[in-house]
Every structure is written in structure tokens, then in C-alpha cells.
């Protein structure tokens, strides 16, 4: 099992207040599923999303990802889960500013204490396989929204991780560039990778093959959708 | 992580925003400029100085009317002094049981001048017999000084190699007559080169015999000695010699005071370096004064530059850099900055060393070891002030961070 949560409570102390952002979630993934994870505001689906991206750790439960049990984990071990396990897509891109696209699919090579020549050919590599070989040296404010979309995804692909964290991923984007993105993450989850999609947009959400549907921090549904949209 | 890919950044930050870091570094350089310069600017009159002291030979004192004198006062006061004698010379030359070498000395600076060409400011020294080692001075050409031309007042003169070249340019001097202020002396000898001494030649001199000058040009003048003693364990009673002497034959009583002055080289290498000692105190005063006020302009910018990164910051965390990741980047991003301003530093330190080296007499000698002392101050003010507004980055929870606008 890639994901494997129990019981999970998360509460946060707003003044003299509880507020229990998730209260009581089990969760099963495995690797190369495809799932999006649906809700209204306030129904924990961010938080769900912080803990299964190991930003953030639960108040009560486990969490074990690929057998470890993260709540247990050290801060640099927490680190090189993120660097090596988790690829991040979000909403506003993230990209670093001051640097070019290669540089920022770089990164997590960076951090993964990959040599320079090495992080160069893995990068460019990514870069050209979602169609930007020939804008490396472009800086995020060089690219259209798309552009940069396609140009994080790269970089949450380049150390090969278990799983592809997508936050929102078309909330800024125009809904034809939207379309093009979710055509990258179908055929990111077709490479065998295991991709989660956080949204609150429904035609989004019917990109994937399974809908995890949270409210008042609980999953309220979980439908597998395989057989409404055939592979290919 | 990686070391240049933050020195990349730092140097990024600094070229993008220069004038904010010229600000920012201000502290800094000048702390360090004022390090540099004054390590050099002493370092060079301490060479300066032992050479000059030094060059008057070892195991030497001189006995003349002034004494070692550090105050008006007291400088008024010898004036009324009577004066140094020739004729006290030759009484310490006869009675000084453990000198090895007494030599009477006058001087002044006049001009020189041979058919129509004139030498402005030349050092015109007159000396007795010995004058040649207490001068370190070695004949290049005719003879030196001999005793019978100073018993005589002869009219000639041993003449340095520069006096030869501006005044008898392809010729041989020896034998030619030259004006020293108002009188012919004709030339019997030319030293050896002895090159300059921080911009001060050594070779712009003549000597003449002592008597000739003093009935010369210095009628009333008051005459230094130099005595030479046999060795260095003999120099205190030579000096108590030379003392029972002059107060011999000025006829002091027990108890008054010396009203003359047996001074030797270590006096003035001690006044010399209580001066120094005094600049030195205040430099670092100065330069410890506007490094921590440097290190706090830094703190401040680097504490501006983690809260205007902090998504940065968030992203590099969600991506996989540790705690220690971030601590890293920013130090380095600090003292890189500090280290730029120590660079720039030291590069003015070292031109205004240069600067005062070239337009006085003063000298200015840069060594290697005031830049490394440089390069070390700078990079710890950076580490140092750098390492508060670093630690609260490594600390941002990647979270907030993310979301922050």
C-alpha cells in the first residue's frame, strides 16, 4: 500500500476554540491510482493535502506512507521525504522568480545532493518532456501561466517521486490551458506514477479515476470512476 | 547544500540592488578600511623608524645639548642650556675608556650649486673623524674624510651619488669645486649608492669635516656626539662615562641635574611605540565601533530579505531542503555580503596606505597579514550578525510560508 492512513484527527486552537479540521479520516491508496480529493472550503481537504504532503503532521492517527510511519519521523528525515516521495504542484505555481526554469527544476536535485552535470541532463530532460526544451533559460515572469504550470510539474517529476501532489492546479489557469494540464497529469498517471488532485471543481475531478468527497473533516464518498472513463 | 549556488545569490542580491548595498556595507568598509590603513600606515613608520634608528649602528648614544625631548617645555628649557663643544667632543674621545668610536656631528640643509646648477635642500652634515661607520657610508670613488682635513678646516667634501648626478651628469666629480651655500669645497670623494628609504633618498648629502663647518657656518652651534661603545654589555658604562665627564667639566654638584642629554636609540624606539600603541587603541576602538554598527545594518537587511523571501523559503522546504539547508543559504548570503564589504575595504585601506605613502615622506607598507585580518573580521561580522535573521528562516513553518504574500 502506497498510503495507508488511520483514525487521523487534526485540530487546531484558535483562541479558547477546537476546530477539528479533520476528524477521523481512513484513507487507502495505492501506487498508480488516480484520485482527486473534492470538497467545499472548510471541509479539511487542505489539510488533508498538508498532511499527505508531510507539511504538517496530524494530532491523533497514523499516517504511514510506503510503510513509514511519518508522524515518527525526524525533521531532516521529514525533509528527504519531501525531496524524494512527494512532487508538489500548486495552484500559484511556486516557482522561484529570480531564477529560469531549469534552475527551478533544478531544486529538488539541489536538495537531493545530486552532482551539477547530473541535476543539468535529469532537468532538461524533465523540462522537455512536458514541451518547454526551448524555453530553459526563460525566467517564470517569461512564461505564460501555462507555461509555468508546465514548468513546476517538471520540477515535481524530476526526482522521481511516489506521489504527485497537485493542489488546485487549474485555479489560475484559462479553462483551454486548464484542459492542457490535465492532459499532462493523465499521461503523468499512464507513466505509472500515483497522482492526487485536490480541487473543487468538478469537471477537474473527473479527470481521475477515483473522488474522495470530504465535509466537516470527514470523507463523505469515495466512487471509483474506471470504468466511466476507459483507458485509452 | 550548495555553496555557490548561495554565493550566486548573494552576489545576485548585491548587483541588483546596489545602492542598498553600498549602504548596507558602509559599516563594514569603513571598519575595515580604517583597519587596513593604519596597520599599514604604522607598520611602515615602524620600518621606517628602526631603520633610521638602526642605520645610526648599533650600541650607539648620542650626547648633545637637548637631550630626548617630548615637550615644548622641556625643549625651551634645554635651549637655555649651554652648548655641546667641539672641544667636549674631543674630551669624551680622550675619556670614554669603553667607546670605540666618538664623532662630533653638525648639520643643516642648503643649497648646492656647480656652474649655474643648483641643488636646492641638501643634507650638508658635518662630521669628525669615524663618521664613515656611524653614517655607514662606503667610497665609491676618491677618498674619504681624513683626520688632517678636519684639523686643518679644510675646504672639501665627500659628496653622495645623487649630489653627482644632478650636478656632474657624465663627468668625474673628483677634484671639481662646488658651492655649499656661500663657500667652494672642492670634492674628494663619492659614496656608494644607498638607494631610498620609503621615498627618502640617501644619497643627497655632502659631507664636510666638522671644524671647517662649525667655523663656517656654525659658530654658536650646538654639537652632537655619537659614541660608539665596545659592545653591547658595555653601552650603560660608556653612557655613565660619557655623563662623569660632561659633568666634570661643567662643573655640576652632586645632586643638580644634567643640563645636557645622553640619549639612546631605545628612548626613542619606546616613545615611538607608546605613539603607535595610542593609534593602535583608537583604531580598533573605531573599526570595533562601526563593524558592530555594520553588523547590525546587515542583521537588519538580511532580516528584510528573509520576510521578503519567505515563499521562497516555504517552496525550497516543500522541494526537500532541511532546517540546516536554509540556515546554510542565508550565513553564506550574509557573510558574502560582509565579505564584499571587506573586500572593498581593504581595497581602499590599501590605496589610502598608498595614497599617504606617495604624497609624504611617511611611508605605508601593506603586508598579507592585515588583508587576512581583514577577510577574518569581515566574514565574522557576517557569520555573526547573520546568524539571527538565518536561524528564523530555517525555522519558517513551510506552510504559512507558502501562503504568505
Not at chain 2, 548596507?24 to 623608524?49: D, K, P
Request: charged residues 25%.
Amino acid at each position: 500500500m502506497m498510503i495507508e492512513i488511520r483514525d487521523m484527527f487534526r485540530t487546531y486552537e484558535v483562541g479558547e476554540e477546537k476546530v477539528h479540521a479533520l476528524n477521523g479520516v481512513d484513507l487507502d491508496i495505492e501506487a498508480n491510482e488516480y484520485v482527486a480529493i473534492m470538497g467545499p472550503s472548510g471541509s479539511g481537504k487542505s489539510t488533508l493535502m498538508n498532511i499527505l504532503g508531510c507539511l504538517d503532521t496530524p494530532t491523533a492517527g497514523s499516517y504511514r506512507l510506503k510503510d513509514k510511519e511519518i508522524r515518527k519521523l525526524t525533521d531532516d528525515e521529514l525533509a528527504q521525504i519531501l525531496n524524494r516521495e512527494i512532487g508538489f504542484v500548486f495552484q500559484t505555481f511556486n516557482l522561484l522568480p529570480r531564477a529560469d526554469a531549469l534552475h527551478n527544476v533544478e531544486l529538488p536535485l539541489v536538495y537531493a545532493g545530486i552532482r551539477h552535470e547530473e541535476r543539468r541532463r535529469r532537468a532538461k530532460q524533465a523540462l522537455e518532456t512536458v514541451g518547454l526544451g526551448d524555453r530553459m533559460k526563460h525566467r517564470p515572469n517569461e512564461l505564460s501561466g501555462g507555461q509555468r504550470q508546465r514548468v513546476a510539474i517538471a520540477r515535481a517529476l524530476v526526482n522521481r517521486p511516489s506521489i504527485i501532489l497537485a493542489d488546485e492546479p487549474t485555479g489560475n489557469l484559462d479553462s483551454a490551458t486548464g484542459e492542457e494540464i490535465m492532459v499532462a497529469f493523465e499521461r503523468i498517471w499512464r507513466d505509472g506514477n500515483t497522482v492526487i488532485l485536490v480541487t473543487h471543481e468538478a469537471d477537474i475531478a473527473a479527470h481521475a479515476r477515483r473522488v474522495v468527497r470530504m465535509r466537516d473533516g470527514k470523507i463523505e464518498s469515495d466512487v471509483l470512476q474506471g470504468d466511466v472513463r476507459a483507458r485509452a | 547544500m550548495n555553496l555557490r549556488e548561495s554565493i550566486g545569490i548573494a552576489l545576485g542580491a548585491i548587483r541588483a540592488n546596489k545602492l542598498r548595498s553600498i549602504l548596507t556595507l558602509l559599516g563594514t568598509i569603513i571598519g575595515v578600511t580604517s583597519v587596513i590603513a593604519v596597520i599599514s600606515f604604522v607598520e611602515g613608520m615602524n620600518r621606517f623608524v628602526s631603520e633610521k634608528l638602526i642605520n645610526a649602528g648599533a650600541n650607539v648614544f648620542v650626547v648633545d645639548r637637548e637631550g630626548f625631548v617630548t615637550s615644548q617645555e622641556a625643549f625651551e628649557a634645554a635651549m637655555k642650556r649651554p652648548i655641546v663643544s667641539l672641544a667636549d667632543g674631543e674630551a669624551l674621545r680622550q675619556g670614554v675608556a669603553h667607546a670605540s668610536l666618538v664623532v662630533s656631528q653638525l648639520g643643516a640643509r642648503l643649497p648646492v650649486n656647480y656652474r649655474g646648477k643648483n641643488l636646492r635642500g641638501v643634507d650638508i652634515r658635518g662630521r669628525g673623524a669615524g663618521y664613515d661607520l656611524v653614517d655607514d657610508l662606503a667610497i665609491a670613488q676618491g677618498r674619504h674624510l681624513a683626520e688632517t682635513d678636519d684639523a686643518r678646516r679644510q675646504m672639501v667634501c665627500v659628496i653622495g651619488p645623487e649630489v653627482v648626478e644632478e650636478l656632474f651628469p657624465g663627468m668625474d666629480p673628483i677634484g671639481k669645486q662646488l658651492r655649499i651655500g656661500d663657500f667652494r669645497f672642492e670634492v674628494v670623494g663619492v659614496t656608494q649608492e644607498k638607494g631610498k628609504i620609503f621615498g627618502q633618498s640617501q644619497d643627497r648629502f655632502a659631507t664636510i669635516p666638522v671644524r671647517t663647518f662649525q667655523k663656517l657656518m656654525a659658530e654658536r652651534g650646538s654639537v652632537s656626539i655619537a659614541i660608539k661603545s665596545v659592545d653591547q654589555s658595555s653601552l650603560p658604562l660608556a653612557q655613565q662615562e660619557a655623563r662623569n665627564i660632561m659633568r666634570g667639566r661643567r662643573n655640576l654638584r652632586p645632586g643638580e641635574p644634567d643640563n645636557f642629554g645622553v640619549t639612546t636609540s631605545e628612548a626613542y624606539l619606546d616613545l615611538y611605540k607608546n605613539l603607535t600603541g595610542g593609534i593602535f587603541v583608537v583604531t580598533i576602538g573605531v573599526a570595533a565601533i562601526s563593524l558592530f554598527v555594520g553588523g547590525i545594518v546587515i542583521m537588519n537587511i538580511m532580516l528584510v530579505s528573509v520576510t521578503e523571501r519567505t515563499r521562497e523559503i516555504g517552496i525550497r522546504k516543500a522541494l526537500g531542503a532541511r532546517r540546516r539547508d536554509i540556515l546554510t543559504q542565508f550565513l553564506v548570503e550574509s557573510t558574502t555580503l560582509s565579505l564584499a564589504g571587506g573586500a572593498i575595504g581593504i581595497l581602499i585601506g590599501i590605496g589610502l596606505a598608498l595614497l599617504v605613502g606617495a604624497v609624504s615622506p611617511l611611508p605605508a607598507a601593506v603586508n598579507f597579514k592585515s588583508v587576512l585580518l581583514g577577510i577574518m573580521m569581515s566574514s565574522l561580522v557576517g557569520i555573526f550578525f547573520g546568524s539571527y535573521p538565518a536561524a528564523r528562516a530555517a525555522r519558517l513553518d513551510p506552510i504559512e510560508s507558502l501562503r504568505y504574500e
